[in-house]
């Protein structure tokens, strides 16, 4: 089993930042990809960005330009620089890890951003 840890969430203001952290336990074998998927209440998860262990990079258009995922393939973590962020953005924010292939798909707990305006 994986486990994923969420580090980062909190209360900011609009306007604000905030950098998310997951560290995995251990590598689950390339390729793979790591991402951010968020749930506001009512609402669906999804997916906010994510990264490949190759470095290639998908973003929801709603942050296109205001959040930037970044990952150390060595630690097998993955940020999530937020900026500009909008009462929008407030949810719990999911970290995942899988394996792109199949055989693998780890969520971590969520760690809440709420954004007030």
């Known amino acids: 089993q994986v486990q994923l840890v969420e580090s980062g969430g909190g209360l900011v203001q609009a306007g604000g930042s905030l950098r998310l952290s997951c560290a995995a336990s251990?590598?689950?074998?390339?390729?793979?990809?790591m991402g951010w998927y968020r749930q506001a209440p009512g609402k669906q998860r999804e997916l906010v960005a994510a990264v490949t262990s190759g470095g290639s990079t998908n973003y929801a258009d709603s942050v296109k330009g205001r959040f930037t995922i970044s990952r150390n393939n060595a630690q097998n973590t993955v940020y999530l620089q937020m900026n500009s962020l909008k009462p929008e953005d407030t949810a719990v924010y999911y970290c995942?890890?899988?394996?792109?292939w199949g055989g693998g798909d780890y969520w971590g707990q969520g760690t809440q951003v709420t954004v007030s305006s």
């Open positions: 995942n890890f899988r394996k792109i």
């Open positions: 251990r590598s689950i074998g390339s390729p793979n990809a």
